[in-house]
């Protein structure tokens, strides 16, 4: 759980694999572009930090978050890419369509794992207000985003070395 002054994105720089020849796709829901947005800057500037060229970072955006999955599968299909990362935020409601979204999301980007032999990672916010997703793309906690392309640098070492 996220201590109220932590800043979780941190990293070691000297700890990451070097990502110089790795091809990645960030796959990015426009709904609550704002932390979306914050979210995909954050993935990005990490993976140039560690050495990924700019132009083997592919962005594709689509509509919202349940659309991630699909977004994801055709980038893998189609773009030669080393991992995704699958960037989306929804933000708890009144009604069920939280519970669902996430569920389907979470459901959806283990699926793509099993099916392909590419990470597909998981970068959903899954906030009960905006504040919390706002703290979270950029804000007092970090950036998620940046968590996620550090772990996509770990998933293709990972994924080279087996």
């Not at 109220?4 to 091809?23: C, G, M, Q, V």
């Not at 979306?36 to 060229?53: I, M, P, R």
Request: hydrophobic fraction near 40%.
């Amino acid at each position: 759980m996220a201590t109220e002054n932590k800043n979780l994105s941190n990293y070691d720089k000297n700890t990451i694999p070097n990502a110089n020849d790795f091809r990645f796709g960030i796959v990015v829901s426009e709904w609550n572009d704002t932390i979306t947005n914050g979210l995909f800057e954050g993935a990005k500037a990490a993976l140039v930090d560690c050495g990924a060229l700019p132009e083997n970072i592919i962005r594709w955006d689509v509509p919202g978050s349940f659309e991630l999955i699909y977004g994801s599968k055709k980038m893998i299909e189609t773009q030669n890419v080393d991992c995704v990362i699958a960037i989306g935020c929804v933000i708890k409601g009144e009604t069920m369509h939280f519970e669902f979204v996430c569920e389907g999301v979470t459901q959806g980007v283990k699926d793509l794992n099993m099916k392909y032999n590419i990470p597909t990672i998981f970068c959903l916010l899954t906030d009960n207000n905006m504040q919390q997703s706002i703290d979270r793309s950029g804000g007092k906690h970090g950036n998620k985003g940046t968590e996620a392309a550090i772990a996509a640098i770990k998933m293709v070492d990972l994924n080279r070395k087996a």
